[in-house]
């Protein structure tokens, strides 16, 4: 299972770090804000209250184990992009790091981050599921135990149909629409055929989704 440390626990790392949290994947917290760390310390794996531009604490922490670190620092830019500099230097697998403008994404780029995500435009429960699926495209939480999903069609639906497949029987979720290039197929019948590349929207519980966005 995938382990994820976020750095800088404003609205957006918080966010993301408790949506981690509750998917069921093992999150580390780290702010300076003692308050900060206190207020999401029961709900993720670790919270740690250090200053993340001091390397040698981040090692003690054994933040090289981690699959993905999101430095989600707000509005201190210098330390944003210092942070990522140092955690790739380290060798972290992935970075991810928090934009506040179009050029500081540029920098932050430019100095290796392997993803830049702008909080304004998306939402950190929508960069959660992104970060641990590689099929998933969007999610919209309808209630905290469902979900509407877009994910890329898993190769073992591709040239079946929908029945033959048992999605709904096998996977416990509903197919509400199929996108193949500019078309939408609304509401498919079971006879319908999964081309490669489609696009399938579908409904269900979480832990069925997430099932399902593993494959």
């Given at each position: 299972?995938?382990?994820?440390?976020?750095i800088g626990l404003g609205r957006f790392g918080?966010?993301?770090?408790?949506?981690?949290?509750?998917?069921?994947?093992?999150?580390?917290?780290?702010?300076t804000n003692e308050d900060k760390v206190n207020?999401?310390?029961?709900?993720?794996?670790?919270?740690?209250?250090?200053?993340?531009?001091?390397?040698?604490?981040?090692?003690?922490?054994?933040?090289?184990?981690?699959?993905?670190?999101?430095?989600?620092?707000?509005?201190?830019?210098?330390?944003?992009?210092?942070?990522?500099?140092?955690?790739?230097?380290?060798?972290?697998?992935?970075v991810v790091a928090k934009a506040v403008t179009?050029?500081?994404?540029?920098?932050?780029?430019?100095?290796?981050?392997?993803?830049?995500?702008?909080?304004?435009?998306?939402?950190?429960?929508?960069?959660?599921?992104?970060?641990?699926?590689?099929?998933?495209?969007?999610?919209?939480?309808?209630?905290?135990?469902?979900?509407?999903?877009?994910?890329?069609?898993?190769?073992?639906?591709?040239?079946?149909?929908?029945?033959?497949?048992?999605?709904?029987?096998?996977?416990?979720?509903?197919?509400?629409?199929?996108?193949?290039?500019?078309?939408?197929?609304?509401?498919?019948?079971?006879?319908?055929?999964?081309?490669?590349?489609?696009?399938?929207?579908?409904?269900?519980?979480?832990?069925?989704?997430?099932?399902?966005?593993?494959?």
């Amino acid at each position: 299972m995938k382990q994820f440390a976020v750095i800088g626990l404003g609205r957006f790392g918080k966010s993301l770090a408790l949506t981690l949290s509750k998917i069921g994947y093992d999150v580390l917290a780290v702010d300076t804000n003692e308050d900060k760390v206190n207020e999401i310390m029961d709900s993720v794996t670790h919270a740690v209250q250090m200053d993340a531009m001091d390397e040698q604490a981040l090692k003690a922490l054994g933040i090289r184990n981690f699959d993905v670190v999101i430095v989600a620092i707000g509005q201190d830019i210098q330390s944003n992009i210092l942070v990522t500099v140092m955690l790739k230097e380290m060798g972290i697998k992935k970075v991810v790091a928090k934009a506040v403008t179009e050029l500081h994404g540029k920098v932050l780029e430019r100095v290796g981050a392997d993803k830049v995500v702008y909080p304004e435009r998306d939402m950190g429960n929508r960069v959660a599921h992104a970060l641990v699926s590689k099929n998933i495209l969007d999610q919209i939480n309808i209630s905290p135990d469902y979900s509407i999903v877009e994910l890329i069609a898993p190769e073992e639906f591709v040239r079946k149909t929908l029945a033959d497949s048992a999605i709904r029987m096998k996977h416990g979720v509903t197919v509400l629409a199929i996108r193949r290039g500019n078309n939408v197929i609304i509401s498919p019948g079971a006879k319908q055929v999964v081309e490669e590349g489609d696009l399938l929207v579908v409904v269900g519980r979480n832990e069925r989704l997430r099932d399902l966005e593993e494959r």
